[in-house]
């Protein structure tokens, strides 16, 4: 790629979904601008969320190849940013789902100077019932859930990787709360 033309994909914001319709309508050669552009975003993301390097290259990799075979449902004037994220973001979540629970709620858990084993217990126990929980909400619902609550996708990125309207998004993730309400608080009690 010629300095002129890095520039220009650069100030362009739709530099990257312009490229991927054309490589969706079968120009190869406007997949390396494609990747250019986002996998350097795609790395950034997932390094927040994996510490280790080589798992993060291997989930861009899978994500740049599950959006090479998907090419061809590309939709002209959609955003390719979103939808590799989208890719990336089930890649991740498919493949360690219930660590990354556990993980978030050993953060979330108040931490004391003199932590007692039976706190840490009881936290490992609640994040074990969020993760069952979890599993038995419906795809959508958990999806929407953990793509924002867990992977701090705003509602509109949310929206986009999904595929649905923010509201449905809204509506979505109500429903997960008040079902994870409803399953975590003691006696069943929601708010």
């Given at each position: 790629?010629?300095?002129?033309?890095?520039?220009?994909?650069?100030?362009?914001?739709?530099?990257?979904?312009?490229?991927?319709?054309?490589?969706?309508?079968?120009?190869?050669?406007?997949?390396?601008?494609?990747?250019?552009?986002?996998?350097?975003?795609?790395?950034?993301?997932?390094?927040?969320?994996?510490?280790?390097?080589?798992?993060?290259?291997?989930?861009?990799?899978?994500?740049?190849?599950?959006?090479?075979?998907?090419?061809?449902?590309?939709?002209?004037?959609?955003?390719?940013?979103?939808?590799?994220?989208?890719?990336?973001?089930?890649?991740?979540?498919?493949?360690?789902?219930?660590?990354?629970?556990?993980?978030?709620?050993?953060?979330?858990?108040?931490?004391?100077?003199?932590?007692?084993?039976?706190?840490?217990?009881?936290?490992?126990?609640?994040?074990?019932?969020?993760?069952?929980?979890?599993?038995?909400?419906p795809r959508a619902q958990r999806e929407a859930f953990?793509?924002?609550?867990?992977?701090?996708?705003?509602?509109?990125?949310?929206?986009?990787?999904?595929?649905?309207?923010?509201?449905?998004?809204?509506?979505?993730?109500?429903?997960?709360?008040r079902a994870l309400r409803g399953e975590l608080e003691?006696?069943?009690?929601?708010?």
């Open positions: 790629m010629r300095a002129t033309e890095a520039v220009k994909l650069d100030g362009d914001p739709r530099a990257a979904d312009r490229a991927m319709e054309r490589y969706a309508a079968g120009d190869d050669t406007a997949f390396a601008r494609v990747y250019d552009e986002v996998a350097p975003r795609l790395l950034r993301h997932l390094r927040r969320h994996v510490a280790c390097k080589a798992i993060v290259e291997d989930l861009v990799q899978q994500t740049f190849l599950q959006m090479h075979r998907a090419r061809g449902r590309f939709v002209p004037g959609a955003e390719v940013v979103p939808w590799a994220f989208a890719i990336a973001m089930r890649l991740l979540i498919d493949g360690i789902r219930h660590e990354r629970v556990r993980a978030r709620l050993h953060i979330l858990v108040p931490s004391s100077s003199e932590e007692r084993p039976d706190d840490l217990v009881a936290a490992d126990q609640t994040a074990q019932r969020l993760a069952q929980v979890l599993s038995r909400l953990e793509l924002q609550r867990l992977d701090g996708l705003s509602q509109h990125e949310t929206a986009l990787a999904l595929g649905i309207s923010e509201s449905a998004v809204k509506s979505l993730i109500h429903r997960a709360t003691p006696d069943g009690e929601s708010a």
